[in-house]
C-alpha cells in the first residue's frame, strides 16, 4: 500500500529527481513544472509550480526555511514533473488537494 504523504501517491507522478544540494542545480532544467522537496524516504514536505525549475531550485536550496529540519525530515530530493506553462495551476492544484484530503493538511512546508 502506497503512503498517502509519499511522493509515490502524487498522479501523475513525477519523473525526474535531483538531490536538493545547491550543487545539482546544473542538472535541473530551465523549464516549467510543478516540484515536490521530499525526504530520502521519499515523505512530501513541499509542493509548488514555476516557470523555470532551474532558478526556483536555486531559490529554494538558498532559503534556510526549505532546507531546515522538520518534524517530518529534511528535504533530500527536489522530485519534478516538466509541464507547459499553462497547465501549471491544474497540476499543482491536483497534488496539493490530493495531499491535503488524504492527510487533513499542507505539507509542512507550504
Not at 530551465?30 to 515523505?43: E, K, N, R
Not at 536555486?58 to 507547459?84: I, M, N, S
Request: one cysteine or more.
Amino acid at each position: 500500500m502506497t503512503n498517502v504523504n509519499n511522493v509515490s501517491a502524487l498522479n501523475p507522478i513525477p519523473t525526474e529527481k535531483v538531490l536538493f544540494e545547491l550543487r545539482e542545480y546544473l542538472k535541473v532544467p530551465q523549464i516549467s513544472g510543478c516540484y515536490v522537496l521530499a525526504t530520502d524516504g521519499g515523505v512530501i514536505l513541499y509542493i509548488g509550480q514555476t516557470c523555470d525549475l532551474h532558478r526556483r531550485f536555486q531559490e529554494h536550496a538558498d532559503d534556510p526555511q526549505k532546507t531546515r529540519l522538520t518534524t517530518e525530515g529534511k528535504a533530500v530530493w527536489f522530485f519534478y514533473l516538466l509541464c507547459e506553462a499553462n497547465d501549471l495551476d491544474m497540476l499543482e492544484n491536483t497534488w496539493l488537494n490530493h495531499f491535503e484530503i488524504c492527510n487533513g493538511r499542507l505539507p509542512i512546508l507550504n
